[in-house]
């Protein structure tokens, strides 16, 4: 399959999906392609924000840790997204760090000259703006999640979201496979790996799941439901 151009990849990001031909082709004139290998690091919290990206290809973990080096992984951005746009206005630092999940491609615009672009163009700024909100309307669902659910709600939340939204109907129940190893599902339910495979094992105990490596099968998705709400 023949690579995508850089105005396809661009077409399916919010911020510039509504550009003219005309604006397209200066917006390009701007960009750098950037390949990226699994587990490799685009940049690291607290440095200085050089630019904006798009994920073209690939997918780009968004994360945070603690002195002790807990992760809390804050999105995975998948192609068509893009991120660090909040640093290329306010002058700050990333605020978190970035790194590949997989093999990945990525486009890149300078701060410079994204700032000059929205200059020129504040429809784009506006669409920053809504981009960021959002952004921010998911961050305070992770805090939320964290303060007041436990680690087993946060686990069966997940399940059930994978369950519905890419899960098969098997004659055992709806099959699930997860694509991150339990430490990188730690890092995104906020917590540490062995209590994920402690949790796993639970569920599947009490007869809720089934739990061979990354594939998973909800046996009854009304039943989990039921047990999310007794948990609460």
């Known amino acids: 399959m023949a690579a995508e151009t850089n105005e396809t990849v661009l077409r399916r990001t919010q911020l510039f999906s509504t550009l003219t031909e005309r604006e ?28 904006l990206f798009v994920v073209a290809t690939g997918r780009i973990r968004i994360f945070k840790l603690s002195p002790s080096g807990r992760e809390q992984v804050l999105a995975v951005e998948e192609p068509g997204s893009s991120f660090a746009e909040l640093p290329v206005f306010d002058g700050g630092v990333y605020p978190a ?5 997989e093999d990945s491609e990525v486009l890149f615009i300078s701060r410079r000259d994204f700032q000059n672009y929205c200059r020129e163009h504040p429809e784009v700024a506006l669409k920053v703006l809504a981009v960021v909100g959002s952004r ?16 087993r709600q946060r686990l069966i939340s ?9 899960g098969t109907t098997t004659i055992r129940g709806v099959r699930v496979e997860l694509t991150t190893t339990h430490q990188d599902l730690a890092g995104e339910l906020g917590t540490v790996r062995e209590l994920v495979s402690r949790n796993l094992s ?9 739990v061979n490596g990354r594939m998973i099968v909800v046996k009854d998705v009304s039943l989990l439901k039921r047990e999310q709400g007794r948990s609460e």
């Open 24 to 51: 397209m082709r200066m917006l390009c004139a701007r960009v750098s392609k950037m390949h990226f290998s699994r587990a490799e690091t685009l940049f690291s919290e607290g440095d200085p924000c050089h630019g």
């Open 97 to 101: 760090s970035a790194s590949s999940v």
């Open 136 to 151: 921010l309307r998911r961050l305070v669902g992770i805090i939320e999640d964290l303060s007041f659910t436990t680690v």
């Open 158 to 166: 997940l399940l059930l979201r994978l369950a519905e939204g890419c």
């Open 202 to 210: 639970r569920l599947q105990a009490e007869g809720l799941l089934e």
